[in-house]
């Protein structure tokens, strides 16, 4: 899975391309999605922009990893929530 900062993308796009909310600024755009990971597997696509793991606001991609590193095991489940075309959305994962 490729990751972006959302605060590296001009306003502009994430208006007229992703169709954000005024009020996100913040959080973690999906690049890419590969085939067979937890990522496909809990229908997360390019272009989401997730915001939050198991509850736990996320920023960037410093804070994304820093949970799943510090916070996750292997097997574990979690909560994610992201935007996809301005909707806010909720999936599982389970990581490998």
Known sequence: MLLQDLYTVPAEVLVSEMNLP????SGVIISHVEE???A????????????????????NM????KYLYYEKEQGEEMQI???RDGQLQQTTATLE
């Open 62 to 65: 410093m804070e994304l990893r």
């Open 22 to 25: 005024d009020d996100v600024n």
């Open 81 to 83: 929530e992201y935007y």
């Open 40 to 59: 496909d597997a809990a229908g997360l696509e390019a272009l989401d922009v997730v915001v939050s793991l198991d509850g736990n606001e996320v920023e």
């Open 36 to 38: 067979g990971t937890p």
